[in-house]
């Protein structure tokens, strides 16, 4: 039951609205303070947990040219104190860098999983836009349909004749998702 309405909060606060207030004469209208929507991506960056904070933060660090100007730098002292060029300093790690070689292994294993985490997130995101998206262009396609079908009924009523207009037809019929899927589908399977 908890975790239930865990999840309610959760779909609230991704669906927020603003509410409507009533005027002096009772009828309902939106309240006129500004109303800032917040992108999907600022919800869901609120709700992250600390590991996806911190995976993110991480690889806006590790994505930077300064990290990259750092690993280029040590790499290099790296060498150049291996290789003997300075005999001040004792040679721990010989040519061909065995260990310089592991700890850079190392350092692309954790940046590969960094990086794949952040991208999981961005991908969620991005996945909720889409649903979002095919919903709201869904809906607005059978709103845009019944407005063009009380339209057709109005001027029909005031004696025009609209029965040749193929046209008006074709937009008055529900656009079947069903059948654009498989059109897309066999396309993208020709390519």
């Not at 309902?28 to 995976?55: H, P």
């Not at 933060?57 to 930077?64: A, E, P, R």
């Not at 040219?65 to 790296?78: P, R």
């Not at 029965?163 to 998702?177: A, F, G, Y």
């Amino acid at each position: 039951m908890n975790s239930e309405s865990n999840n309610q909060n959760q779909t609230n606060t991704i669906l927020e609205r603003p509410s409507p207030e009533k005027s002096k004469d009772g009828v309902s209208k939106i309240s006129r303070k500004r109303y800032v929507v917040k992108s999907f991506e600022a919800k869901l960056n609120q709700q992250r947990t600390r590991g996806e904070r911190m995976a993110d933060y991480l690889t806006k660090l590790f994505g930077s040219i300064s990290f990259f100007i750092f690993n280029l730098s040590w790499f290099l002292a790296w060498v150049i104190w291996n290789s003997g060029l300075i005999s001040v300093f004792p040679i721990f790690d010989p040519y061909p860098f065995i260990l310089l070689i592991t700890i850079v292994s190392l350092e692309a294993i954790c940046l590969a999983v960094l990086v794949l985490m952040s991208q999981n997130r961005a991908a969620k995101i991005d996945k909720l836009r889409s649903e979002v998206d095919l919903q709201i262009n869904l809906t607005t396609e059978q709103e845009v349909t019944k407005i063009l079908s009380l339209l057709k009924l109005y001027l029909e009523k005031h004696g025009f004749d609209l029965k040749d207009d193929p046209e008006l037809e074709r937009m008055l019929r529900q656009i079947d998702t069903w059948e654009i899927e498989k059109k897309l589908e066999k396309d993208l399977s020709e390519n």
